[in-house]
Structures are given as C-alpha cells and as structure tokens.
C-alpha cells in the first residue's frame, strides 16, 4: 500500500483508492482499529520511505473485481525494529479460506529471496484460534509473550526458515 493509497483510504475517498491501487476495497472499511493501523504506517513511511516496501500489503483476489480480502506485512523493517515480526488481518467474511497462510508465506518467501531474512516472528491474542493455528501449521513455536498497549497479552512466536 503507497502512501497515496492510504492517504485516500484515510480520507474517505474510495474511488481515488480503489484506482491507485487496482482493486476493490471491502465495504466499512477501514474500522476504527485499521484506521490507527494505516495511521500508524503512514508515518513510518513518511518518516522513512524506504520503508514502505516492508510495511503492508494489500490482500486482493486474483478472480474478477480484484477484491481487497486483507493485509499484511511487517512491522518495520528487520534492521529498524530489530526482527522480521509480520502482522496481518484478514476481513471476517473471507477468513478460514487460506488467504493469511498463503499471504504470510509469499511474505517470508520476499524476505528471504530480496533480504536475506531467516527468521520471523508473529505475536497472537490468547484466543485467536485461526491465528495459533496457523501459525503452528506454519512450524512457529512460541518463544514468549508480551503485553501490546492496544490489544493486551499476545503470544509471540518464532519461526526460522533456510
């Protein structure tokens, strides 16, 4: 997502989004939460534009229509923050479909191919079952946990890939 596109998702103007980004964004969104969310990127960005290409992504089918079905992406870069952490979010009516697993792999696959990166971490709500789930159907193992100031405990996992 381009500082462009988020600045018009931000906006309100959906037409202007949609068209940057050459898809079709799900209907009420972004929440409350999401705002913050592509607040919160949208000034990394600003702060460090090279670090765009590791911040977030759009989730779009492939079919007709190119339907936004979530995002992900890191949490910075690894040498910003200090470890490759991803985080993403998938929309409620297309969940438990594979979208995350296959996002979250093509993600770690990006790393590793454009920037060397071998290890990944995750952290996840207590009862966040789809989340747990996958994530040990990815080979994570939970390394800790952490208090987040917005959504309280996660567990955080790790994963490290050759």
Same mark, same amino acid.
């Given at each position: 997502?381009?500082?462009?596109?988020?600045?018009?998702?931000?906006?309100?103007?959906?037409?202007?989004? +949609?068209?940057?980004?050459?898809?079709?964004?799900?209907?009420?969104?972004?929440?409350? @939460?999401?705002?913050?969310?592509?607040?919160?990127?949208?000034?990394?960005?600003?702060?460090?534009?090279?670090?765009?290409?590791?911040?977030?992504?759009?989730?779009?089918?492939?079919?007709?229509?190119?339907?936004?079905?979530?995002?992900?992406?890191?949490?910075?870069?690894?040498?910003?923050?200090?470890?490759? +952490?991803?985080?993403?979010?998938?929309?409620?009516? @297309?969940?438990?479909?594979?979208?995350?697993? +296959?996002?979250?792999?093509?993600?770690?696959?990006?790393?590793?191919?454009?920037?060397?990166?071998?290890?990944?971490?995750?952290?996840?709500?207590?009862?966040?079952?789809?989340?747990?789930?996958?994530?040990?159907?990815?080979?994570?193992?939970?390394?800790?946990?952490?208090?987040?100031?917005?959504?309280?405990?996660?567990?955080?996992? +790790?994963?490290? &890939? &050759?």
């Amino acid at each position: 997502m381009s500082p462009t596109f988020i600045e018009a998702v931000l906006a309100g103007d959906r037409a202007n989004a +949609e068209a940057t980004a050459g898809l079709t964004l799900p209907p009420d969104w972004p929440d409350e @939460h999401d705002s913050r969310f592509l607040r919160r990127r949208l000034d990394q960005m600003r702060g460090d534009p090279s670090s765009q290409q590791w911040l977030v992504r759009a989730m779009v089918l492939r079919a007709r229509g190119r339907s936004m079905v979530g995002h992900i992406g890191f949490h910075g870069s690894p040498e910003t923050v200090g470890r490759a +952490e991803m985080g993403y979010t998938v929309m409620p009516n @297309h969940r438990r479909q594979g979208y995350a697993t +296959e996002a979250a792999l093509a993600q770690m696959d990006w790393a590793t191919r454009e920037h060397g990166v071998h290890r990944f971490f995750v952290s996840i709500a207590p009862d966040n079952t789809s989340s747990l789930a996958m994530a040990a159907k990815l080979g994570f193992r939970q390394v800790g946990d952490q208090i987040d100031e917005e959504d309280g405990l996660e567990y955080v996992f +790790e994963l490290a &890939r &050759r």
